[in-house]
């Protein structure tokens, strides 16, 4: 970090605005995390103990549960912790860790749906010969591959801005370390590092997105050409969980990282960060259950040995 950095912790100033509202949103908050982590970790064991789900997409769908769960842990916990507290202030190593693994683990959820259409491309195009082409070692090779790229672009985001100098204010005018709250406070930031900033994160949203619409625009030339309805309405169901996970997720983080940004528009921003950040997690799992059956099945065998382990 600079050596001009004058500021050693920063203010969180998250819900400080609505005091009176504080409570009921911690209580929400928290209901939504423990719901998360259940959804999510039930979701994981289920493909664990189900052979029936040890498929590349379900291998990808354990990846991405499980990068969400960690996603809401680097936030949430401390969230609920400052609507407790009178104190809500984190130290620079702290708020930059804070960047780094929520940005990384965002970026990774990115290129693993974008794995997962490349995934469903291979399924519908090749089926006879999916089992070869898609192998445990090169679903692992995506997976680590999505983590790689997701952290290195952290990473430089981190430095870029853990290297300005802080001296005009000290207060986010957010729950956590984002990305452009904590950018607004630099006292000399240049528009070179602004768009340096700008170029990295759509490199993250942008690239992985065109990657996802690469795959659908080859799998909508071969869907057409399938000769029954039957064929096109099967082909269309083993996309149709994946696609409304994309458009959820790009929905909110395309909003919150990509359109043009004033001081004013924080407040309007950290509204809609709520949402990506306690809302998306849980509602993947919901989507894979509800629109899986095989999924469904899985889940009520979890559900049932749960219940026999608790009633013992």
Known sequence: ?????????????????????????????????V?????????????????????????????????????????????????LSESKTI????????????????????????AMSYDRYIAIHNPLHYPM????KICLQLIMASCMVGFLVSLSIVIIIFNFSFCDSYTIQHFFCDILPVASLACDSTPYHEMAIFMLCAFVLVGSFILIVISYVFI??????MPSAKGRYKAFSTCSSHLTVVCIHYGFTCYIYLRPKSRDSFSEDMLMAVTYTVLTPLLNPIVYSL??????????????????????
Not at 133 to 136: A, C, I, N, V, Y
Request: aromatic share 10%; proline share 3%.
């Open 35 to 83: 719901t998360i982590l259940l959804a999510n970790v039930s979701i994981m064991v289920a493909i664990k103990l189900n052979h029936n789900l040890h498929t590349p997409m379900y291998f990808f769908l354990f990846g991405l549960s499980f990068s969400e769960t960690c996603t809401t842990v680097v936030i949430i916990p401390r969230m609920l912790a400052d609507l």
């Open 220 to 225: 909508l030339s071969l869907v057409v050409k």
């Open 91 to 114: 130290s620079l190593p702290e708020c930059a860790t804070q960047m780094f693994f929520f940005f990384g683990l965002g970026g990774n959820n990115c290129f693993i749906l974008a």
């Open 1 to 33: 970090m600079d050596n001009h950095t004058t500021v050693s912790t920063f203010l969180l100033w998250g819900f400080s605005s609505f005091p009176e509202l504080e409570n009921l949103l911690f209580v929400v908050i928290l209901s939504s995390h």
């Open 133 to 136: 082409l898609m192998t445990r």
């Open 291 to 312: 629109r899986n059956k095989d999924m469904q099945v899985a889940l009520g065998k979890v559900l049932q040995n749960g219940h026999r382990l608790i009633s013992r």
